[in-house]
């Protein structure tokens, strides 16, 4: 599982526009989220627009661009690191409880678009009151319902007894692989005596079984729904630096100094709240954020997006002619941002990596 994570330029200029968009529109209709030009001013009700070529420019309006940025120089050991926690969910709500012991084994079918190595799984679990505690083997199987079944790996999850509703974890070692278009099944069996109950998601389009032999071969009830849990993929490393770059943010209006300096002090305003505040529909007033509901973690509308302000600043007040009569007056607000980027690579595929590192070695 290699997967390319970055929140450079483009995604920071939608980022900025959005948010924009939601401050100054706050108390009336928002839509056409994707616009890169924002009109501010228009009269309650009507649509933010985007004007180009097809139509004649009007104003007030916002324009967001970037001027490109730079990757920060760092350390080789600040780039590498390993991360464990990589989940695909399943279900999203338990409903239901589903009882598997060791004469009804109970397994989950694997969405099909999961691919690469399996770390695990998570479950939320209960014991059954008044039955032995033993652990419980997972398998993990291919081609599952059929005489060429194929064991690919399995693991344990330690016995428990609570009776209380928790997330456990089943691991497997070594990482089995994942391929797209196989079909694989995940199978819970206590040891002798014991019953267990695992939290079920019905609503979730994904496929479950209590199951029986006959033979050596598994059959069972389908049953749409799935585990209340998720798939863990195995470790990655992770190579990825810090990126840094301005969004210039240009408020435009025409034919009033006023309206354009208005335009860029209140611009300026929300994005310093940006790192603070977060957007909050509870009111209907056009004052667009919610300070009441800053976050001891720092958690705001722009943090929440991986991007940390390091300044904003204002230039000075630009004028160009449109026609015979019309003056259009601007004014730039530029934001320094810092931001991330990073490639995760499966560890089973990166190979003589070596992050301790020993100069002797390599003289």
């Given at each position: ?5 970055y ?6 200029r939608?980022?900025?526009?959005e948010?924009?968009?939601?401050a ?13 030009i924002?009109?501010?001013?228009q ?10 070529f ?10 967001i661009g ?13 780039q590498?690191?390993?991360i ?5 969910e399943?279900g ?5 409880l ?5 004469s ?9 678009d999961?691919t690469g ?12 009151l008044?039955?032995n505690?033993e652990d419980?083997?997972?398998q ?11 064991l690919?790996?399995?693991?344990s999850i ?5 009776l209380?509703?928790?997330t456990?974890l089943g691991?497997?070692y ?18 002798s ?12 389009n994904?496929?479950?079984s209590?199951i029986s ?6 059959s ?6 799935s ?7 195995s ?13 210039i ?17 209140l611009?300026e305003i929300y ?9 909050d529909r509870?009111?209907?007033n ?6 009441s509901?800053l ?8 943090t ?8 904003v600043?204002k230039g000075?007040l630009e ?10 007056f ?7 941002v810092?931001t991330?980027w990073h490639?995760?690579?499966?560890e ?5 990596i070596?992050?301790g590192?020993?100069?002797e070695?390599?003289?």
């Open positions: 599982m290699s997967k390319l994570y929140r450079l330029e483009k995604s920071g939608d980022t900025f526009a948010y924009l968009r939601r100054f529109r706050y108390g009336g209709p928002w839509t056409n989220r994707d616009l890169e924002i009109s501010v001013e009269p309650e009700g009507e649509l933010v627009f985007e004007q180009f097809e139509e004649p420019e009007k104003y007030p309006l916002i324009t970037s001027l490109g940025g730079n990757s920060v120089p760092m350390g080789f050991n600040d590498v690191e390993n464990f926690d990589f989940t695909t399943l999203t709500r338990s409903l239901s589903v009882d598997f012991s060791t009804v084994p109970f397994a989950f079918k694997l969405p099909s999961f190595s399996l770390g695990g799984f998570t479950a939320d679990m209960v014991w059954k008044g039955e505690v419980i083997t997972i993990l199987f291919q081609d599952y319902f059929s005489t060429g079944s194929v690919l790996a399995s693991g330690r016995n428990f007894d609570s209380d509703l928790t456990y691991g497997f070594p990482y089995p692989l994942i391929q797209k278009g196989q079909e694989y099944w995940i199978e819970l069996t206590p040891k005596g014991s019953v267990y109950r695992v939290a079920v998601d019905t609503t979730y994904g496929v479950y209590s032999y006959s033979g050596s071969v598994p069972g009830s389908l049953i749409s729904g585990i209340y849990g998720g798939l863990r993929y470790p990655v490393m992770r190579i990825g630096g810090a990126h840094e770059f301005s969004v943010i240009r408020c435009s209006a025409k034919n009033s100094m006023e309206k354009a300096q208005n335009l860029a002090d611009t994005v310093k709240m940006g790192q603070y505040g977060v957007l509870l009111s209907t056009q004052a667009k954020l919610n300070l509901r976050l001891v973690n720092g958690v705001s509308f722009l929440s997006r991986d991007i940390a302000v390091k300044g600043s000075a004028n160009r002619k449109r026609g015979d009569n019309d003056i259009v601007t004014i730039g607000v530029t934001v320094d810092r991330e490639l995760d690579f499966d089973q595929t990166i190979k003589e070596n992050v590192g020993d100069l070695s390599f003289i």
